[in-house]
């Protein structure tokens, strides 16, 4: 059964750092690329980041770009997201999401979430 | 970037009537288009992807069609566990992976 379980979000102070963690199992983790998507309160789901199976393949949405830093450990079967500059926007629930693929496609497995809040 | 535009935002079905849903991109994605289900505090879970071809597991009252800009997601006949969010999702042009807004199935 495939597992993700995100950690490492809560309250932090705009301008401050956060540094999100998924732990991967059930599946060979190093052959499938990972996302993270995040939801706002209220709003849509929102693509914010992914990473290929190998990590030579990696990419931002404009709104997180420059501040956020996907990174993961095939050893480990870890994902993780480490988000500077945070940002009241940058309020949401995040995803770890695991692809269908080696590179960026759809996403056929999601994990519960982590709640970052960016509030002083 | 891709935009994704889902219509109706809000449809309102009672159980076992058909509930149709609609997705438009803002620029060919091919057959590259998922739809996903998202209940309140659950994760979301993937229903179709390449437009068309269910995923494991999924009823087959869900069917999805389409291909370039305009796409569609049917439920043929509406149970009470499929009142939810769903959402589009184009990956035929990434960054970004972008979704549409999501349409909300409700009881009417």
């Keep these: ?120 | 970037e891709i935009v994704m535009t889902q219509s109706p935002a809000t449809l309102s079905v009672s159980p076992g009537e058909r509930a149709t849903l609609s997705c438009r991109a803002s620029q060919s994605v091919s057959s590259n288009l998922a739809w996903y289900q998202h209940k309140p505090g659950q994760a979301p879970r993937l229903l179709i992807y390449g437009a068309s071809i269910r995923a494991t597991g999924i009823p087959a009252r869900f069917s999805g069609s389409g291909s370039g800009t305009e796409f569609t997601l049917t439920i043929s006949s509406l149970q009470s566990e499929d009142f939810a969010v769903y959402y589009c999702q184009q990956y035929n042009n990434w960054p970004p992976a972008t979704f549409g807004q999501g349409t909300k199935v409700e009881i009417q």
């Design chain 1, 1 to 120: 059964e495939v597992q993700l379980v995100e950690s490492g979000g809560g309250l932090v102070q705009p301008g401050r750092s956060l540094r999100l963690s998924c732990a991967a199992s059930g599946f060979s983790f190093d052959n499938y690329a990972m996302n993270w998507v995040r939801q706002a309160p209220g709003k849509a789901l929102e693509w914010v980041s992914g990473i290929s199976w190998n990590s030579g393949n990696i990419d931002y949405a404009d709104s997180v770009k420059g501040r956020f830093t996907v990174s993961r450990d095939n050893a480990k079967n870890s994902l993780y997201l480490q988000m500077n500059s945070l940002r009241t926007e940058d309020t949401a629930l995040y995803y770890c999401a695991k692809d269908s693929s080696t590179t960026v496609t759809w996403i056929d497995y999601w994990g519960q979430g982590t709640l970052v809040t960016v509030s002083s």
